[in-house]
């Protein structure tokens, strides 16, 4: 009996004195983390501070924030012009004066799209949170330097204060349109015009957001239009309110689907099963990441519906699979790429078309800021470290162009691509239109700039955001703590020798959408390629 008990006596004790050990840990490891995270305090001169480290960090990363002197075949956005458009904004001004978190993260927003680059999207916090009127508002691309904006699509209770479809926008809270995306602009991301015109203001007209500036929104929480009649050019005034948080929720008027994302919208994919089965094609095969495949044996015509350069590899031997299974390698094509993502490798996809060998993308990297670049590289293979230490070590600011991110081939080659041996041998119209970018930028790019390749181009130009890499960095904010940004470090390069950035390729043959041809662009465009490619 004594024995076991002085056993317990020692269980106990060692079970104490573990338990106290945990606890100090925790303490110890608390008082660590403590002591890691230290938030800077959010004065004038800290916040300043976060501003000149950001603008210099800008200066020297930036791939398409090059100085002047860079001698590279390219007219996009120079360092003279971001220091323009910063001064033009008085954003050093506005960090100094930003005395609480929703100013200050309205300065790092503005401060970061003042680099004009899609791919570097704000994140967190800096995204806001949106609210939105029921009404849905779409550019007008008749004239694509100038376009004008009107309503696509309204509730129910929105059409019941006297507001049309077609009706043109004229005001926005007694502001005038042109002046309203004026104010708007600073807060949104894009590279090019276009693309904001397209993808940005449609939401941005109709949605507030709770990082942007009040400049933008009424007192009373409403927002106050001026629209003018499409039937007789009247103007009228309507009011309505951003009260719904999610676009689902608002009980159209139009069942009108036209910006599908199968990832985040998989209910939208019956609405465009429907038009192409409207164009007589029947889906054969649907790999559910990157591609629907559709064939019409009637006019021995096939469709892809490409909407994701993702595991293109794979994604194209299943395409090719079902072809062959349906007996379609020798049909007709039509690539509709018209709501397509980014991604990667859309050269592999040209190699199954092309009849004849073309020049794929190339790339480069940007290395002035060496402790950034050595610090960054490590996350890629040891054929990018070699070809980016490389230039550090020559003293270069750009790596050499080699092809694109050195995928398919290594450095100095010539980053010409031969035809698959097994491909589609009909006849190929490919459809673009500028909701998407990137690699999609790419794939654009190398048919237009390559003549040999004989694919027919229409619709609009994609979205102009292709660069080769972004690398992150994380940031002390004052009074927030560490955030992570990115910087684009390097060009695209088209198979022309022009950076792609702000610089996409233009379809050969144009398609505006427009007020008239909104509802049935995308069926219209089909059917236009279709009677291109049974011409043939």
């Keep these: 009996m004594q024995i076991k008990r002085i056993h317990k006596n020692v269980i106990a004790t060692i079970v104490f004195f573990s338990a106290l050990l945990l606890i100090l840990s925790g303490c110890s490891e608390e008082k660590k983390a403590e002591e890691q995270v230290q938030i800077i305090e959010s004065t004038p001169t800290s916040r300043v501070q976060f501003f000149d480290d950001f603008y210099q960090h800008t200066l020297i990363r930036g791939a398409h924030i090059i100085p002047e002197h860079t001698p590279i075949k390219w007219q996009g956005l120079k360092a003279e012009s971001f220091a323009k458009e910063v001064e033009r904004l008085q954003l050093r001004d506005e960090f100094a004066a930003a005395d609480d978190q929703t100013k200050l993260l309205r300065a790092i927003l503005k401060l970061s799209n003042a680099r004009k680059d899609r791919h570097l999207r704000p994140a967190g916090i800096l995204k806001g949170t949106r609210s939105y009127a029921p009404l849905k508002l779409y550019p007008d691309f008749s004239d694509m330097h ?15 204060l006297g507001i049309n479809t077609g009706d043109k926008l004229i ?9 309203y995306i004026e104010k708007l602009d600073p807060y949104l991301h894009y590279s090019t015009e276009l693309h904001r015109d397209a993808k940005s203001l449609p939401t941005y007209l109709s949605a507030k957001n709770s990082i942007y500036g ?5 007192a ?25 948080d999610d676009l689902r929720n608002i009980d159209w008027v139009h069942d009108l689907v036209l910006e599908r994302n199968r990832k985040e919208k998989p209910e939208d994919e019956a609405f465009y099963e429907a038009m192409y089965a409207n164009h007589g094609f029947r889906q054969v095969a649907d790999n559910r990441t990157a591609f629907a495949f559709y064939v019409n044996d009637e006019q021995k015509l096939a469709l892809v519906e490409w909407y994701h350069f993702v595991d293109t590899d794979k994604a194209i031997k299943q395409l090719l699979d079902a072809a062959e299974a349906n007996n379609a390698l020798d049909y007709n094509l039509i690539l509709d790429m ?8 859309s050269q592999l996809l040209l190699q199954v078309l092309a009849a004849e060998p073309f020049k794929m993308t190339f790339g480069n990297v940007r290395v002035d800021d060496v402790d950034f670049v050595r610090k960054s590289v490590k996350q890629h293979s040891q054929e990018v470290q070699d070809w980016v230490l490389d230039a550090i070590a020559k003293g270069r600011s750009f790596t050499t162009n080699e092809p694109f991110k050195l995928v398919e081939f290594p450095a100095g080659h010539d980053g010409v691509m031969q035809p698959a041996q097994r491909r589609f041998t009909g006849q190929k119209v490919a459809l673009f239109f500028t909701w998407g970018g990137s690699n999609l930028d790419q794939f654009a790019s190398m048919i237009a700039d390559n003549p040999q390749v004989d694919i027919l181009t229409m619709g609009m130009p994609t979205g102009g ?36 950035e702000g610089n996409p390729a233009i379809p050969k043959k144009i398609v505006p959408f427009t007020r008239e041809n909104y509802r049935r662009y995308f069926s219209d465009l089909i059917a236009s390629a279709a009677d291109l490619l049974a011409e043939k």
């Design 146 to 160: 100038k376009p004008f904006f009107y309503v696509a699509n309204l509730s129910e209770g929105a059409s019941k």
């Design 214 to 218: 009040p400049e933008l929104y009424a």
């Design 338 to 345: 018209t709501h397509s993502r980014g991604g990667g490798r």
């Design 465 to 500: 955001y292709s660069n080769t890499w972004e690398w992150a960095e994380d940031m002390d904010v004052p009074g927030i703590g560490p955030m992570e940004f990115e910087w684009d470090i390097g060009h695209t390069v088209r198979p022309n020798g022009e950076v792609l």
């Design 171 to 179: 005001r926005i809270n007694d502001i005038a349109v042109e002046d």
């Design 220 to 244: 009373d929480n409403k927002v106050h239009y001026q629209f003018e009649k499409a039937s007789d050019g009247s103007r009228y005034q309507a009011t309505l309110s951003y009260s719904y």
